[in-house]
């Protein structure tokens, strides 16, 4: 199985969870869902926190005689379980093991240069889209969050909720990564690195 096989597996297994959570409110018949909205201020601007002062998307807003009732975050019950291994992406070592579509932990290990978050900040830019694309199935096709980065030496942690991003966003996450220079990158699921540490 190629990382390619496992981006689809898992991002779909999500897919299908999200979709199923949308359908259940709208079959309420008194309810409706807004998915993938993006989290704004009170003067209708997409509200930005933390240090690299990203927006976020919320996975259901629920609706009920016009107006908000309820906010959900969608998630899966269980994570497809596979042996971790390493593979080298255009020269930067990636070691891999089991994730959530919707829950990643990455930590990037420079060789002492500083790790730019700049690329990173424009990697999440162009997947938000924080002008909304045309929904496919109910969805944009979109990253909902990136956490901002915490150091330790030369490396940075941070966490990403892919959403419902394309495959190809994840791909290109590690493109910009490799052209930071970085030596190692590991990802997985933040429960699954917690149950490990």
């Known amino acids: ?109 420079s060789g002492g240069t500083p790790i730019s978050m700049g690329p990173l900040q424009e990697w999440f830019s162009k997947w938000f889209f924080e002008q909304d694309s045309v929904p496919r199935d109910g969805l944009l096709e979109v990253i909902h969050f990136l956490s901002d980065p915490s150091w330790r030496g030369s490396s940075v942690t941070f966490e990403v909720d892919m959403g419902s991003a394309p495959a190809d966003a994840f791909e290109d996450l590690l493109d910009v990564l490799a052209g930071l220079l970085i030596e190692k990158v590991e990802f997985g699921s933040q429960a699954m690195q917690r149950a490990s540490d």
């Open 1 to 109: 199985m190629t990382l390619g096989d496992i981006l689809r597996q898992i991002r779909e297994y999500y897919l299908i969870r999200f979709k199923k959570g949308l359908e259940e409110i709208q079959m309420s018949g008194k309810q409706s869902a807004i998915s993938e909205e993006v989290l704004l201020t009170s003067d209708g601007m997409p509200a930005r926190e933390g240090v690299l002062q990203l927006p976020m998307r919320v996975d259901l807003i629920v609706v009920e005689g016009g107006r908000v009732v309820d906010s959900i975050r969608i998630d899966t019950e269980k994570i497809l379980t596979f042996a971790p291994f390493e593979l080298v992406w255009d020269g930067m070592s990636v070691r891999v093991s089991g994730f959530k579509w919707n829950e990643m932990r990455f930590t990037c290990t």
